[in-house]
């Protein structure tokens, strides 16, 4: 009982240095800004602490560097989804006391777009095999509610919680460069600078930044306007969203997981010829 009290003790300690390390190398990298085809796009600093955390892992630099494994090894792993539901429910309980009791409909319903997205990812999930991954990983955007509410009701080191983590990551490392390249190419074909600064507050301050930054560009008459609308877009999506996937848009993927789970894994297991 005592060891396995030190292992937690050490792990959590190991973990809080290991995070505060990667934080000021990662500010210290800073922002890389660069252009493609005329788009600025932009990596913010945040990307460099999931690269960084991905690289100390013990199943990679940890198996070049042994020595490593005395800080960031088994029980670091095991505590780390722990700290992190602690980090983000501050995070919750702000968010519900400042505006739970300024929600009205017009701001829920702008989460409805979110929840459409999930009935054409989460049949897609299932038939490339994520199993129960699938639900965490597309009943939201899954960003910082959405790993608090995954980690709550399953644990982040549940299949759901696997698969909310999964897009998550790859949300802020892809999702900037697409919503860089998307927000002008958008504003190209027609749509109004206004619609696409709401758009850009998706609830990820990463993604915001990338999407509002190439709009300017395209678009630098509207600059305060882009900027305010996003904003608000974002902190509006991030307050209502916390309502909606915990109480629609997670039971709704529930729903369709215990549905469609057995018709596409037979699909699957007749076009891969073996089940998920």
């Known amino acids: 009982m005592e060891e396995k009290t030190s292992k937690v003790r050490t792990g959590t300690v190991n973990c809080m240095i290991a995070a505060l390390i990667i934080c000021l ?3 210290a ?22 690269i960084i955390g991905i690289l100390l892992s013990p199943h990679l630099l940890g198996k070049v560097i042994p020595a490593l494994q005395k800080v960031i090894s088994k029980p ?8 992190l539901s602690m980090v983000l429910y501050p995070l919750g309980i702000m968010f519900g006391i400042s505006a739970g009791p300024q929600i009205g409909v017009a701001l829920v319903l702008q989460e409805f777009g979110n929840m459409g997205t999930m009935l054409i990812a989460l049949p897609l999930a299932i038939f490339m095999g994520l199993g129960r991954s699938s639900v965490g990983a597309t009943f939201s955007l899954c960003r910082d509610t959405a790993l608090g509410i995954t980690g709550d009701k399953y644990g982040l080191n549940s299949d759901e919680g696997i698969g909310t983590l999964g897009t998550y990551i790859s949300g802020s490392i892809f999702g900037t460069l697409f919503y860089s390249f998307l927000a ?10 206004y619609a696409l600064a709401m758009a850009s507050g998706m609830g990820s301050a ?5 999407a509002t930054a190439a709009l300017v560009n395209a678009a630098p008459a ?14 509006l999506t991030s307050v209502t969203g916390v309502y909606m996937e915990l109480f629609l848009a997670l039971p709704l993927a529930n729903l369709m997981y215990k549905k469609l789970h057995r018709p596409i894994e037979g699909l699957r297991a007749k076009v891969f010829g073996k089940k998920a």
């Open 25 to 27: 190398i990662a500010e």
């Open 184 to 193: 002008p190419i958008s504003l190209m074909i027609g749509f109004h600078p």
């Open 29 to 50: 990298i800073g922002p890389l800004e660069f252009q493609v085809m005329g788009i600025d796009v932009r990596i913010m600093t945040m990307i460099w602490a999931i």
């Open 222 to 235: 509207y600059e305060e306007q882009i900027l305010a609308y996003s904003a608000t877009s974002g902190l």
């Open 76 to 83: 670091e792993i095991e505590r780390s989804p722990f700290l």
């Open 206 to 210: 990463s993604m915001m930044q990338a």
